[in-house]
């Protein structure tokens, strides 16, 4: 059984920074698509970043380019989301989220941050950035 599970969500003031982490278990890490994706309350949810394990390419919507980095440990099955210079419109639930297959890092790259390519979920952290 295949689990996602985040952490590291808080409370900061703006311009402040935070770390996500997502432990996946019962799961192929190596050469997959994962990523990370938020939600705030009465919006839809939103891609932010995504990775392809393993080789380490990286995907990023243009609204954190800059400010977030997605990494990855393939020896602990875990990927991380660093957030720096946050701003209170990052407010918002952020989930981790895998591809079911690898299908390449072609597929990946075709669309890394698209809910629907995505069938594993995280239960997600809350990360609020306060002005």
């Known amino acids: 059984q295949v689990q996602l599970v985040e952490s590291g969500g808080g409370s900061v003031q703006a311009g402040g920074s935070l770390r996500l982490s997502c432990k996946a278990s019962?799961?192929?890490?190596?050469?997959?698509?994962m990523g990370w994706f938020r939600q705030a309350p009465g919006k839809e949810r939103e891609g932010v970043a995504a990775?392809?394990?393993?080789?380490?390419?990286?995907y990023y919507a243009e609204s954190v380019k800059g400010r977030f980095t997605i990494s990855q440990d393939a020896d602990a099955d875990t990927i991380y989301l660093q957030m720096n210079n946050l701003k209170p419109e990052d407010t918002a639930m952020y989930y981790c989220?895998?591809?079911?297959?690898?299908?390449?890092?072609?597929?990946?790259?075709?669309?890394?941050?698209?809910?629907?390519?995505?069938?594993?979920w995280g239960r997600g952290t809350q990360v609020t950035v306060s002005s």
């Open positions: 989220g895998a591809f079911p297959t690898s299908g390449g890092v072609a597929r990946c790259g075709s669309s890394p941050l698209q809910i629907t390519d995505y069938e594993y």
């Open positions: 990775v392809y394990t393993g080789v380490g390419i990286t």
């Open positions: 019962g799961y192929v890490f190596m050469r997959r698509c």
